[in-house]
């Protein structure tokens, strides 16, 4: 079993810059990708973006492509999202995912709780 707990959210205003985190415990995660979705009030929860083990190889919506970063520490046991330019339209509950493959997972296995961002105008 693995379980993952996020940190980081809150409230900001445009422009603004924040760090999410999530920390993984349990089974040995190192051979997995890990993802990090959001999902807005009313709206279907939506990739944003994944990296590989190694961490060599790092994916991106086109919707927050050169404002947020994924990175990962396997050492820590830890993936974060480094997010710039925040936007109003980034605002969710923002989650992080654990899954296998040789590419991006289209089944992810494991789930965090969710940690809020709001982005005010």
């Known amino acids: 079993q693995v379980q993952l707990v996020e940190s980081g959210g809150g409230l900001v205003q445009t422009g603004d810059s924040l760090r999410l985190s999530c920390a993984a415990s349990g089974r040995t995660f190192t051979i997995y990708y890990m993802g990090w979705f959001r999902q807005a009030p009313g709206k279907a929860r939506e990739f944003v973006a994944a990296?590989?083990?190694?961490?060599?190889?790092?994916y991106g919506s086109d919707s927050v492509k050169g404002r947020f970063t994924i990175s990962r520490d396997n050492a820590k046991n830890m993936v974060y999202l480094q997010m710039n330019s925040l936007k109003p339209e980034d605002t969710a509950v923002y989650y992080c995912?654990?899954?296998?493959?040789?590419?991006?997972?289209?089944?992810?296995?494991?789930w965090g709780q969710g940690t809020q961002v709001t982005v005010s105008s």
């Open positions: 995912a654990i899954g296998r493959g040789a590419t991006v997972p289209t089944t992810w296995d494991y």
């Open positions: 990296i590989n083990w190694s961490g060599a190889n790092t």
